[in-house]
């Protein structure tokens, strides 16, 4: 019969105690910070005191890089690829986070984001907290997931790309050369006064049906539920459903601007008698002339065929395990206004 005695007897040591074994320590992970020190509304001083006071040791091994050019954040995070770096986290504004993110889809290094904009748009939809310590204690919980995100003409966004008011009031304020919500508020009640709806051809080509035509104040393709700072263009809209959610704005006149504006902000757009909704996995447009399109806020100029498609699961991203994806109501003030405004 088996004596376990003698067997333990095997690894006693001198002292009679039982030998014990150290378990073996899990590697720790490798992080790079990208800090945009121009980029966003909020100050990136003292970052490094924070990521040492916050960031776990224990997890991770970190390094911070300053981007000291344009384009240089993308060549930071094009290496961190190529190095095999865990977590590559966008310290910035939506430029910056978008500039990082369209060097890591397709990889398996995942985007982290410290939001420092007004907009915040993707870090909104993931439910980042929009502190640089909160922000950085869903990092230590080291959850990651993939996340769809989208093309247009073969250039990747991750929230939302379009054609029409939205891509025309991105083009003037990049070229205005201002900065703000005072600014982009005035611009587009300036705007919006005179800007005339556009001709439409729109054919969704994974049903190949037939193509519809539209006179349209914008149309958008949101892969997830905001351009920003709370104002909703497609409540509801999931980066993990393999789907973008198509939004079409027809013709109003007098008070169905604000109105669709309030709609953004109580995510009840979808309700809009000028609005029509549905989803796609690829979608072509043709409209009448060249004209500006934008994905994630960023202007260009593109030909008259555009072509938008979403990735599914291109993305691998840090998450916070307790909302994946924005599920919250509008906020108690934007009802209250709404409410007494009827």
Same mark, same amino acid.
């Given at each position: 019969?088996?004596?376990? &005695?003698?067997?333990?007897?095997?690894?006693?040591?001198?002292?009679?105690?039982?030998?014990?074994?150290?378990?073996?320590?899990?590697?720790?992970? &490798?992080?790079?910070?990208?800090?945009?020190?121009?980029?966003?509304?909020?100050?990136?001083?003292?970052?490094?005191?924070?990521?040492?006071?916050?960031?776990?040791?224990? !997890?991770?091994?970190?390094?911070?890089? &300053?981007?000291?050019?344009? /384009?240089?954040?993308?060549?930071?995070?094009?290496?961190?690829?190529?190095?095999?770096?865990?977590?590559?986290?966008?310290? /910035?504004?939506? =430029?910056?986070?978008?500039?990082?993110? #369209?060097?890591? $889809?397709?990889?398996?290094?995942?985007? /982290?984001?410290?939001?420092? =904009?007004?907009?915040? =748009?993707?870090? &909104?939809?993931?439910?980042?907290?929009?502190?640089?310590?909160?922000? !950085?204690?869903?990092?230590?919980?080291?959850?990651?997931?993939?996340?769809?995100?989208?093309?247009?003409?073969?250039?990747?966004?991750?929230? *939302?790309?379009?054609?029409?008011?939205?891509a025309y009031i991105s083009l003037k304020f990049a070229q205005s050369g201002k900065r703000?919500?005072? *600014?982009?508020?005035?611009? +587009?009640?300036?705007?919006?006064?005179?800007?005339?709806?556009?001709?439409?051809?729109?054919?969704?080509?994974?049903?190949?049906?037939?193509?519809?035509?539209?006179?349209?104040?914008?149309?958008?393709?949101?892969?997830?539920?905001?351009?920003?700072?709370?104002?909703?263009?497609?409540?509801?809209?999931?980066?993990?459903?393999?789907?973008?959610? +198509?939004?079409?704005?027809?013709?109003?006149?007098?008070?169905?601007?604000?109105?669709? !504006?309030?709609?953004?902000?109580?995510?009840? !757009?979808?309700?809009?008698?000028? $609005?029509?909704?549905?989803?796609?996995?690829?979608?072509?447009?043709? #409209?009448?002339?060249?004209?500006?399109?934008?994905?994630?806020?960023?202007?260009?100029?593109?030909?008259?065929?555009?072509?938008?498609?979403?990735?599914?699961?291109?993305?691998?991203?840090?998450?916070?395990?307790?909302?994946?994806?924005d599920k919250s109501e509008p906020s108690r003030l934007?009802? $209250?206004?709404?409410? *007494?405004?009827?």
């Amino acid at each position: 019969m088996f004596d376990f &005695r003698i067997f333990l007897s095997l690894f006693e040591g001198i002292s009679g105690k039982i030998c014990t074994f150290a378990p073996m320590q899990e590697e720790k992970k &490798r992080i790079v910070f990208i800090v945009n020190p121009i980029s966003g509304t909020s100050s990136k001083k003292g970052f490094e005191k924070i990521v040492e006071k916050n960031l776990d040791g224990n !997890l991770f091994d970190w390094q911070i890089i &300053r981007t000291e050019y344009a /384009g240089h954040a993308a060549e930071i995070a094009n290496k961190c690829v190529k190095d095999s770096v865990n977590i590559c986290v966008a310290v /910035g504004g939506d =430029g910056t986070v978008n500039e990082v993110a #369209r060097s890591l $889809v397709g990889s398996q290094t995942a985007l /982290g984001i410290v939001p420092c =904009g007004s907009g915040n =748009g993707l870090a &909104r939809h993931l439910c980042l907290p929009m502190s640089m310590k909160g922000a !950085l204690s869903i990092i230590n919980k080291g959850m990651t997931g993939f996340f769809d995100y989208g093309t247009i003409n073969g250039h990747p966004f991750f929230c *939302t790309c379009g054609m029409g008011f939205d891509a025309y009031i991105s083009l003037k304020f990049a070229q205005s050369g201002k900065r703000g919500m005072t *600014t982009y508020a005035k611009m +587009v009640l300036k705007e919006g006064m005179k800007y005339q709806p556009t001709s439409y051809d729109l054919r969704v080509e994974d049903e190949q049906g037939n193509t519809q035509h539209y006179e349209a104040y914008l149309i958008a393709c949101a892969n997830a539920a905001q351009y920003g700072n709370n104002t909703y263009i497609a409540p509801g809209a999931s980066m993990q459903d393999g789907l973008l959610d +198509v939004i079409i704005i027809e013709p109003f006149k007098g008070m169905g601007g604000p109105k669709l !504006l309030m709609d953004m902000m109580l995510k009840t !757009l979808k309700d809009n008698k000028h $609005v029509k909704n549905f989803h796609a996995r690829k979608i072509h447009i043709t #409209r009448s002339e060249d004209g500006a399109v934008h994905f994630d806020g960023d202007p260009t100029i593109m030909g008259k065929d555009i072509d938008i498609a979403v990735i599914p699961g291109g993305l691998k991203a840090v998450l916070n395990p307790d909302a994946i994806e924005d599920k919250s109501e509008p906020s108690r003030l934007v009802k $209250v206004f709404h409410h *007494t405004h009827k």
